[in-house]
Each structure stands twice: as C-alpha cells, then as structure tokens.
C-alpha cells in the first residue's frame, strides 16, 4: 500500500488559526504561542480510516434507530515499531479532539505516538461527538459550563479553589474566555450524557465491541473515562495489555465536593461509584452481587497535609483478580484538584491486589499542571514519560 504523507492535524489547524487571526485583523504577535509554533515533519501514515463499533438497533416510540455504538479514528503509521496499538479515551464534557491537537496548534498525544511507531485509534464516547446523541433513549444531557471550565482546568490558579491550585502554570495563555487559545478550547466542549452509570455501560460495551476488532491494545484514559478503563480491562483482560490512567476519576466510591475551601475535603452526598472505582459492576473476588456487599470504611484522618481522607475496604478486602493481568500506570497532576485525592484511588486498588505504577508529576521533575495535562505547554514532556514506562512495562516483540 502507498505510503501517505500528510501534514498533522495541529500544524494544519495552527496554519488555520494564524490565517484567520491575520483577516479579522486579529494576527499574533510575534511572542504568542501560536507563533511559536513550528511545523513538524509530515507524518508517514500507511493507513487510516474510521470505525464504528457496538450498539444496538431499538425504538423510542418512533423508527427504530441505533444506540450505543461509539466512533473511533485511526492512523496506522508507516513505520509501525510497536506489537499493540493505543486507543485513547478522552474525559467529561470532551471528545477525542483532546488528543489530536492542542487549542494553541501544536501536536497532540495522538501525534507523539504515531512517531513512536504506534497505530493510534481515538474515540468519541457513546451520545459524544460523532458519536451519535439518542436523545429519547439517553435522557438529559450534562452541558459544558465556561465558568466550571475555568475553575477546573484553565485557570486555577486565578481561583485557588483547593491547595495545591496555585501551582498551576503550564496552561497555554490566560485561560478564560476572550483569549483566544481558551475559546479554541471551550468550543471544542460538547454535552454528554448525564446519568453517570448509563454513560459507563454504553460506553464500555462500545470500546469491547472495538476491542473485539482491532484486537490487543493499550487504554489511555483521562478523568471521566477513567472506569471505562477499568472495566474493558476487567470484560477483556486478555485484550487489553496496559492501561495509563490520567487523572482517573475519583476517589472511590463518593466525589470530593470542590465547591470552595476550606471546605473543599468534605464528601458529595451521592455514591456515583458504588462499586468503588465504577458505577457499574466489577469481577470482585470473592464475588460481589450487591454494591452493598462491598463493606467500606472512611480513615479517620488524611494520609497527609492536603489530602482526602480515603475511603477503602475493611479487612478482609475483595480482590479485583482481572485488573492484577495487566500493567497499570496512574498518573497525577500538581497543581489540579486530583492531587489531594488520586492516592486513595491507587490505595483501594493496592488493597484489591493491583499494582498499579502510580507516578506524581512533580515527583518526576515536571512541575504546573493541571487536570488538562494532554493540552497543556509541556504536554509532550508528559507522553515522553507515558511512552518511557511502556517500553518498560510490555515485552519487546520476538524477533
């Protein structure tokens, strides 16, 4: 098959973004990011295309329709060096945008692989993007707020909402509206399904279904779609051979409520993770029928100086048996609202016997980011690091 060259999608979208500035008189100045910018070698890509995988043909007294199938992109590079291929899944309120490019035009997470020699697919979750919204089976839907948008991932320092927050600084601009990088970035921001288990099921029985076809693969999740890794690797562990958990969302079983300091550590009133990491259930052992079945109990105080108090398992704890298959790398932010609580997620999988490599940024030598690391100024740094671990975690190919 003829080999492709072709521009990437952030060189193409930066030479876009220039353009446009320059006719609404609106062109960067010379220190801007977006001038900074430099394009990249064009990408040597064998193969790409698209696929849709999973849902179900149903009515909602109307024509029949489908429902809970989810859409994936790939590239397949021309230089393929690694046996598995990476599907990468984006969190809340996103879509797979959040690993083709960056609002200020440079290369996304999906590029830097494909120069490792991965085949990368990227999805859309179920009711996302081009993932078609049913809206007479999904429900109500949960919108994108630019203010919420701001606290959490652009600007948190301006908000200092929680206390490791002022740390941040590696998002790429002033991060709230009228810059011209955050509205690239906010306009990416689409509705999702709101009720929190069904968007799980859909969207897991899509990447099995995908899984099923594209056969072994590395899950690389953020934030929201953190269970979903969770529970492809628990329905497939013979198909997914790692998973890198950004950020995964958290804690167990009950959110943290960041309304505002100090009272920031207090517990949400609601469990939208019953089954510890997921709202929907787990292969536990021994066998767990009822979320009820799963005793917890909260620390009586923090493992440290801003952090949550964890909830865990009393003793004797279940055992999560398929997510002890695979390699495991959970990775934390400094500066987002994460940092306080991501351990506990990493202690309740230890006591379930998973051994996850759990790797705090700052630990690592990269310091200022927050929750929206894939986008942020050093976010090639960071896959640098994502890609280090793999070449360490799975086996060579035989030659």
Not at 163 to 178: D, E, K, N
Not at 251 to 261: C, H, L, S, T, Y
Not at 382 to 391: C, H, R, V
Request: proline share 8%.
């Amino acid at each position: 098959m003829q080999t492709l060259k072709i521009l990437t999608r952030a060189a193409f979208l930066s030479a876009f973004a220039l353009a446009a500035m320059a006719l609404l008189g609106r062109a960067p100045s010379p220190d801007s990011a977006a001038a900074k910018v430099a394009p990249a070698s064009p990408l040597q890509i064998a193969r790409e295309g698209y696929v849709f995988a999973g849902g179900k043909y149903s009515s909602a007294n109307g024509p029949q329709m489908m429902s809970g199938q989810i859409y994936a992109e790939f590239q397949i590079p021309a230089a393929r060096k690694r046996r598995y291929s990476i599907l990468m899944i984006h969190g809340g309120n996103q879509t797979g945008t959040n690993f083709t490019g960056t609002p200020d035009g440079r290369e996304g997470w999906a590029q830097f692989f494909l120069r490792q020699g991965y085949a990368v697919y990227v999805m859309d979750q179920a009711g996302r993007g081009r993932s078609a919204y049913q809206a007479g089976l999904y429900g109500q839907t949960a919108p994108p707020d630019l203010l919420s948008t701001q606290k959490r991932f652009t600007a948190i320092e301006r908000y200092n909402l929680w206390p490791q927050a002022h740390l941040h600084t590696q998002w790429p601009g002033t991060g709230v509206a009228g810059d011209p990088v955050f509205d690239q970035f906010f306009a990416s921001q689409v509705p999702g399904i709101a009720d929190y288990e069904q968007q799980q099921q859909l969207s897991t029985d899509g990447i099995v279904a995908l899984l099923d076809k594209i056969g072994p693969s590395i899950l690389l999740t953020h934030s929201q779609s953190g269970p979903l890794g969770w529970l492809a690797a628990d329905a497939r562990p013979g198909l997914v051979k790692a998973v890198i958990a950004v950020e995964p969302n958290g804690p167990p079983f009950f959110n943290v409520d960041n309304v505002g300091a100090p009272e920031w550590f207090r517990e949400a009133s609601d469990m939208q993770r019953p089954w510890g990491i997921t709202a929907v259930p787990l292969h536990y052992s021994p066998a767990a029928s009822k979320p009820s079945d799963l005793e917890i109990a909260r620390q009586d105080k923090p493992d440290g100086q801003d952090l949550s108090r964890c909830r865990l398992q009393k003793d004797p704890p279940r055992q999560l048996p398929n997510l002890q298959k695979m390699p495991i790398l959970i990775l934390t932010s400094e500066s987002s609202y994460h940092a306080a609580y991501d351990h506990c997620t990493v202690k309740y999988m230890e006591q379930a016997g998973v051994r996850p490599k759990w790797v705090r940024l700052p630990d690592a030598g990269i310091h200022g980011n927050g929750h929206m690391m894939m986008l942020e100024k050093n976010s090639a740094e960071i896959a640098a690091l994502m890609s280090k671990w793999l070449d360490g975690a799975l086996p060579a190919p035989s030659k």
